[in-house]
Each structure stands twice: as structure tokens, then as C-alpha cells.
């Protein structure tokens, strides 16, 4: 059997001692011997037992391993293992931000990306699919961002205006496709136009409160 280099130079580090040295003695299996006539023994066992070894194939070698291990009563000692911490536990998880730090990421620069900023970080963070405008200011209370003067107005605007959540009934709102894809696209502006062009929205009018006067009043008052 041809065996690769790193055979070769593996049996020439342990090879077979010769018969005429005479620190090698022979040593009974179990007797343990001691000091150098117990270490030159030891070499001499591994050499022996690579020779012999190395002409097997795979499952006869195992089996032999197998073998000796049960005459002479032997265990394996598997490596030892580092310490399992909690880093090493969510090594293949992806990270949370704070709330802080999401919207120090984010940088939204109006009211209405920050609702949409705070909408996604409940719905993708928190696992609040509806939530309520008190959720809402609370998780940007926890951000330590700037609070809002009117916050059902500027939760309001959002929908209306910028389409970034809508009404889900029972006085609750969710995140839009559209202000999912804001928030995916921030900071970059040029992503934001991009991703507000791919998920149009139709702005509803806002209320003026200016009275509309007919044409037949403006001829009476004339």
C-alpha cells in the first residue's frame, strides 16, 4: 500500500527502534514501567502498532483499533471543548439594535420616517404586528429621540400623507409595504426615492376647512 508524505514523515518520527539499544526493555502490558526505559517503550509500541496499521484499510484498521481498545481497556479522551457562552450561543443569530441605535442608524429627517422607523423596529423587533399610538411613542421615548408635540396628529399624517402605516381596525396600526421599504432603504436618499417610487401612494386631500359657496349664492350676493 503507498502511503502519502504525511504518512511517511508520521512513521519516520515513531519508527521501529532497533533491537540493539539497549535502554529499550521490554516492559509487560499494564506493568507501566518507569522513567526512560518506559518512554523509549512507549515509542517503540506506537511504531510498531503505525506499521502494522498502516497496511489496513479503513474498516479492518477500525476494527483492530476496536480490539486493542477492549483487551487493554482503553478510552479515548475526546478533545476539550471551550466553554459555551452566551455570545457563542447567538454567534449565528443576527444582532438587535437598540432602539437608540437603530435610529441613529436610520437618520429619519421628518416625523412621518421616524413613525415609520419606530413602526418597523416594533413589527421586525418587538413582534407587534398592530400597535397603538402609545406604543409608539413609548419605543421613542426608549430611543431618546425628540418627542412629539401632537403624536396621534404626526401618527396620522403618516397614514394619510406618507402611506407609512394604516388602520387596522380596533384603533390600532401596522407598518405598509411601503413604509417597510422606507425604512430597508434609510439613510440613503437615493434608495428612499427609489423604494417610494416602487410603492406608490395616493395622497388623500387634507381638509381646509374653507366653505365651498355655489354659483347660484355668489349671483345672489352680487
Known amino acids: 500500500m503507498l502511503m502519502s508524505d504525511g504518512e511517511e514523515r508520521r ?28 518512554r523509549f517503550a512507549e515509542l517503540r509500541a506506537m511504531a510498531d502498532s503505525y506499521g502494522s496499521f498502516a497496511v489496513l484499510d479503513r474498516e479492518s484498521m477500525q ?24 455570545a457563542a450561543l447567538g454567534a449565528g443569530t443576527e444582532e ?15 416625523n412621518m420616517e421616524r413613525i415609520a422607523c419606530l413602526a418597523y423596529y416594533l413589527t421586525n423587533h418587538r413582534g407587534m404586528q398592530h400597535f ?13 429621540s425628540a418627542k412629539f408635540t401632537r403624536p396621534s396628529r404626526d401618527v396620522d399624517n403618516a397614514e394619510r400623507r406618507g402611506g407609512y402605516v394604516v388602520a387596522a381596525g380596533n384603533g390600532v396600526k401596522q407598518l405598509t409595504t411601503r ?38 349664492q355668489v349671483r345672489e350676493e352680487s
Open 63 to 86: 476494527r483492530a483499533y476496536q480490539w486493542l481498545g477492549e483487551v487493554f481497556e482503553l478510552t479515548v479522551s475526546a478533545p476539550a471543548l471551550p466553554p459555551v457562552t452566551p
Open 11 to 38: 512513521l519516520d518520527l515513531v519508527k521501529p527502534l532497533s533491537d540493539d539499544d539497549e535502554s529499550v526493555k521490554e516492559v509487560s502490558p499494564g506493568s507501566g514501567g518507569n522513567g526512560t526505559e518506559s
Open 132 to 144: 397603538k399610538t402609545s406604543d409608539v411613542v413609548a419605543l421613542n421615548t426608549e430611543a431618546a
Open 179 to 216: 413604509g417597510e421599504a422606507l425604512v430597508r432603504a434609510l439613510p440613503n436618499r437615493e434608495a428612499v426615492q427609489q423604494a417610494l417610487r416602487e410603492h406608490p401612494h395616493r395622497t388623500k386631500g387634507a381638509r381646509t376647512g374653507v366653505k365651498r359657496i355655489s354659483g347660484a
Open 96 to 110: 438587535v439594535p437598540s432602539p437608540r441605535i437603530f435610529i441613529s442608524q436610520k437618520k429619519p429627517e421628518t
